[in-house]
Structure formats: C-alpha cells, structure tokens
C-alpha cells in the first residue's frame, strides 16, 4: 500500500488535507492525524469494520479499548449512555484538550471500539486540524495513537510514516504535537471519579474541577487505553535510574555489558559529562517541556541504533505523574 502524506503550511493546503482526510474517513479508510497530544489512527466510530482497520494496522490486541474524538460537547453525549454532572464539569474545565472522559457507552458505539465493556473513552480534542476533520465527517473518530501498537507514541508524521508506511493511506502533517504524551483518562460513575491514565492534567487538577468523590480502583476489562504493563516502549531496553555523578551511573549500568557507543542517556538533573556514551540529551526541569520531548527523543534513540536508554528518574510530584507513569510502562515496570 502506498503512504500519501499530506501537508498544511498554507491556508489552501489545511483546507485540502481537512477535504481528503474526511474524504478517506467517509469510505471506511483510516487516517492518520495529528492531535494536541499525539498522532492519532483515525477511523469512523460508529463503524465496527472500520474499526476494524485500526487494529490490523497497529497490531493491536483486541482487548485495548479506543478512545473516541468528538467536535464538541453535543457529540460526545450522543456517544455516551449518561452525561452526570461531574462529567458536564470537567468537560466545562478542560475541553478542548488532553482529558478524556470513561462513560457508560451509547448503544451506537461498537463493541471492538470498548474491548467488550460496557465503558467508552471520549475526548474533545484541542488541534484545530482535528476538530475540522470530525466536523467535516459528522461522525465521530475511534483513534488511538498512530504506532505499531506498544511501541513509542508519534508526536510528528515522520514517526508515523516510519511506522505505519505502507500499512495505512494517508498521513496529515499538522507539525509536532503540542503536549506529546497521551491524554489524562477519568472514569466518571455518578459522582464519583477515577483518574484510569495519568497525564498533563494532574488528579489535583481534576480533584479542583470535582471535588465531590474519587472511586476506588478495581480489575477486570481495560476501561482505558495505556493499561498494559509494557507500552509506549522504545526498541531499545530502557532503563529509569538516579545516579550521584558519571561514575555511579556507570557502575550501576555495568553488568548490562552495552557498548558505551550504543548506550543513550536522558538526564535532568545529574548531568553526564566527560563520557562516553554515544548519546547524551538534557531536558528541561519544567513537566510541559519535557512531556513535550519524550517520545520524540525515544524515537530518535531508536533511529541512531541504542540497545540501552537510561532515563534518570524525573521528580515525584503531581505534575510529573503522567511523565513518570509513561517511563514505568516503557521499562516494562510495573
């Protein structure tokens, strides 16, 4: 299958990848586009075989739940089977944006879109391109972010194509997402909440949103994607550690026996220098900014051949606990 990408640098271009993308959509193809949080593998929800798709392209197990993007508040009730007033507050609070919502599912969403339960994930999504695709649909689109399914999430179209290139149609460049890891999930029953995935929208946050009740966790079917043990995983073994100096971080790494040109360190705060590992990066101490840079470094590691990324360990606080959830799952931690 032959990849079409398609830009949106000019005003005559974004209005032509809105009329192509919704176009494919429309005939039951997948899309990939991008979101403000990653890029997306779009497909029409309320299509079960066009659903479908999407899990034969990624290989995905079909046990993980799909989110499902709306245009606006309307279409995400018509999605659901129950709109309480908790879930009309944090819409109120955080939409558009990286919240996504975990409801009793309408009747018209189907079954491999919810992994069998009786739950949906839904999202109004803060990338204009995005919206503008949905609207020109006028249906909703299941997309989960557009990887080979547990491999690191897509935060540009070339990390798309270097996946899925040749598995899928038709890739949207709309330029590197803006928060780069995946929505926060909330659960919402009655009054109570749930935070399913942690991520740039903190648990204070939703807490300051809904103040009325948290529920407890419980097992059984996936109610939200990014549950998995391992997921958002580079090929390389990843590593999260703290280390005092150089020194330390060498000595605990030893017993890996990994080429120091094919080592790739990620750091923060203790700072590598003088060694001699093929790759060092520094990332900024603010969350957003280095939420931001995640995946697309992971990719990059990836690129350049590492058989070990180490990863010091980022700040236990609030606002990391997306970062740090998506760290654990790379490691395949849990």
């Known amino acids: 299958m032959e990849t079409i990408t398609l830009t949106t640098d000019t005003d005559d271009c ?121 609207r020109a649909c006028r249906f909703p689109l299941a997309a989960p972010s557009a990887n080979v399914s547990n491999q690191v999430s897509p935060t540009t179209a070339a990390h798309v194509a270097a996946q899925l290139g040749g598995r899928i149609p038709l890739i949207i460049n709309g330029g590197a997402s803006e928060v780069g890891i995946e929505s926060t999930v909330v659960e919402v029953a009655g009054n109570a909440v749930r935070v399913l995935r942690p991520g740039m929208i903190s648990a204070e946050a939703i807490a300051a949103a809904w103040p009325e009740g948290a529920a407890a966790n419980e097992t059984g079917i996936l109610k939200s994607p990014g549950q998995l043990p391992r997921h958002y995983a580079p090929n390389a073994r990843l590593l999260v550690l703290t280390w005092s100096d150089a020194d330390d971080l060498e000595n605990q790494i030893a017993y890996s026996r990994t080429p120091h040109d094919r080592i790739c360190v990620i750091t923060h705060n203790r700072i590598v220098t003088g060694t001699r590992f093929g790759r060092v990066s520094v990332f900024p101490n603010d969350p957003e900014a280095y939420a931001r840079a995640l995946y697309a470094e992971l990719h990059q590691c990836d690129a350049e051949g590492a058989e070990l990324i180490v990863v010091e360990a980022v700040p236990e606080a609030a606002e990391w606990l997306g970062i740090a959830d998506r760290l654990m799952r790379a490691s395949g931690r849990e």
């Open 14 to 134: 974004f209005a032509e990848a809105i009329a192509q993308a919704a176009a494919a959509l429309r005939h039951g193809a997948v899309v990939a586009l991008p979101t403000e949080t990653v890029y997306g593998l779009a497909a029409n929800a309320l299509d079960e075989s066009c659903v479908a798709k999407i899990f034969v392209a990624k290989d995905r197990p079909a046990k993980n739940p799909i989110i499902v993007h709306v245009a606006d508040e309307t279409m995400a009730r018509d999605c659901v089977a129950e709109w309480p007033a908790a879930a009309a507050a944090l819409a109120n609070a955080f939409w558009p944006g990286p919240l996504t919502l975990v409801l009793p599912k309408a009747e018209g969403i189907p079954d491999n879109v919810t992994a069998g339960g009786g739950t949906v994930g839904v999202r109004w999504p803060g990338h204009p391109l995005m919206q503008e695709v949905i």
